[in-house]
């Protein structure tokens, strides 16, 4: 009976130590993988932003990048501030703005605060920091830059954390995301006008006071111009080669 009773403390022993063993390395996998989640959701918001600045400056006859400003370095981010890239390209990042989550009856201003921060497309989703905006961008001509004939533009990057250490970590480094953007040459085709051109209509029933109707009109009038006379592509319909912001690249910036 006593032997039986040994065993059993020694299975019991044996499977608390297995417990335990399991237990510590789930607990040092665990963190590792919600940084990678982390850093993933990081790289995709930073692509989502870049692709709704090149919407915003096309719909406004690519004459200029976004006015966002920035507040002040380490301030967590707030709904609603007039010039934050949340209120300014908000149309752009499909529901990413405050008023698609309304406050629950039963939830405090705090609580609210957090939870819109932690669903905001425009904030490192580490250190809950606005991306910075490359302010410089304001005073560069998009066109310019489609063409080629400015460099690569860095145009949002992560904060430090308020303590100054570094939201991410690669291989054993240090640092934050970047996103870059530069211009492209591409191909648009005559049926590609004229979805825009039925885009341009329904804008103008929606609303005939739209502001953007006006640069939509002159984009459109400048793609027909040039699609006049212009060479057939593969498929046989009239082509023209047009420049644009178009390549967008997140990269990792270790400390230096």
């Known amino acids: 009976m006593a032997g039986r009773k040994q065993r059993n403390n020694g299975v019991v022993v044996t499977v608390l130590v297995i417990a ?16 990678r989640q982390a850093d993933l959701k990081c790289r995709t918001r930073l692509f989502r932003l870049g692709k709704a600045v090149r919407a915003w400056i096309e719909d ?9 400003g920035n507040p002040q370095q380490g301030q967590l981010w707030q709904p609603g501030r007039s010039d934050g890239a949340q209120v300014i390209l908000g149309p752009y990042l ?6 698609f989550r309304p406050q629950r009856s039963e939830e405090s201003d705090t609580a609210y605060r957090e939870r819109l921060r932690a669903n905001e497309g425009t904030v490192c989703p580490i250190n809950a920091l606005p991306y910075w905006y490359n302010t410089r961008a304001r005073e560069l001509d998009p066109r310019a830059l489609a063409r080629g004939e400015l460099d690569e533009l860095q145009l949002f990057t992560c904060q430090r954390n308020p303590d100054g250490g570094w939201p991410h970590h690669e291989d054993g480094v240090d640092g934050v995301h970047a996103l870059h953007v530069a211009g ?14 039925r885009r341009l209509e329904e804008r103008r029933e929606r609303d005939p006071a ?9 984009r459109l ?16 319909q009239r082509v023209i080669a047009v420049h644009r912001l178009g390549e ?4 990792f910036l270790g400390r230096e």
């Open 94 to 99: 499909q529901g990413d703005v405050g008023h």
């Open 210 to 218: 739209d502001p953007l109707i006006g640069a939509l009109e002159a």
């Open 20 to 35: 335990f063993i399991i237990t510590a390395l789930i607990a040092s996998i665990v963190p590792g993988v919600r940084d």
């Open 248 to 251: 967008l690249d997140v990269r």
């Open 184 to 197: 492209v040459e591409r191909q648009v085709s005559a049926a590609e006008i004229a979805e825009l051109r």
């Open 60 to 68: 406004r006859g690519g004459a200029r990048f976004p006015p966002i």
């Open 221 to 236: 009038q400048a793609y027909a111009d040039a699609l006049d006379g212009a060479p057939l592509g593969p498929d046989g």
